[in-house]
């Protein structure tokens, strides 16, 4: 969990670089250092972003659903329905950006400006509701389940020793 902890302060921090971004276009326009931050936020969001929410969908999600609480099955649904909007939102950016980081400059700066708003705050309030609900459900049910096991474990080890005499 502390590994998806730190790829959600990674995606704050790229999202500000976007933002960023965008504002170096409007005044700079495509030089060396846009270039290098759009390859960057680029190699983010198609790896490591990515990889993050396969993670979280093998990881995370299925003891929450295990759990059976209805309220966090709901939250579950949701934030799978966004990483599908996510992606999306990525597809639609991700070209321009690329063209950035080649160096290019057919870009529409409004464009793109609102696409990376409507990517930020949607990361932003997704990674608020898994930071307020989900890893803190998924740490107590991950937890529960180790004890389970470690009781079983326990269970039959006394069984064995038990049957040996």
């Given at each position: ?8 302060h990674q995606?704050l921090?790229?999202?500000a670089?976007?933002?960023?971004l ?7 326009g ?5 270039r290098?931050?759009a390859?960057a936020?680029?190699?983010?969001f198609d ?7 396969a993670?979280e ?12 609480d209805k ?20 597809l639609?950016?991700e070209?321009?950006?690329q063209a950035?980081a080649?160096?290019?400059?057919w870009y529409e ?5 609102a ?8 990361y ?5 509701l898994?930071?307020?609900m989900?890893?803190?459900?998924a740490r ?6 180790a ?14 020793d038990?049957n040996?005499?």
């Amino acid at each position: 969990m502390e590994a998806l902890d730190r790829t959600h302060h990674q995606m704050l921090q790229v999202l500000a670089d976007l933002t960023t971004l965008v504002d170096h276009l409007e005044s700079q326009g495509v030089d060396p250092a846009a270039r290098t931050r759009a390859q960057a936020i680029c190699r983010f969001f198609d790896d490591t972003a990515r990889q993050h929410h396969a993670d979280e969908e093998t990881l995370v999600f299925p003891a929450l659903v295990r759990k059976g609480d209805k309220a966090l099955i709901q939250h579950v649904l949701r934030l799978q329905q966004d990483h599908g909007w996510l992606e999306e939102d990525w597809l639609e950016l991700e070209p321009q950006l690329q063209a950035v980081a080649q160096g290019y400059s057919w870009y529409e700066l409004d464009g793109l400006r609102a696409g990376v708003g409507v990517f930020a705050a949607l990361y932003q309030e997704h990674i608020a509701l898994e930071e307020s609900m989900i890893y803190p459900a998924a740490r107590a049910q991950m937890a529960a389940e180790a004890v389970s096991h470690d009781q079983r474990v326990a269970a039959a080890v006394q069984g064995s020793d038990g049957n040996a005499a």
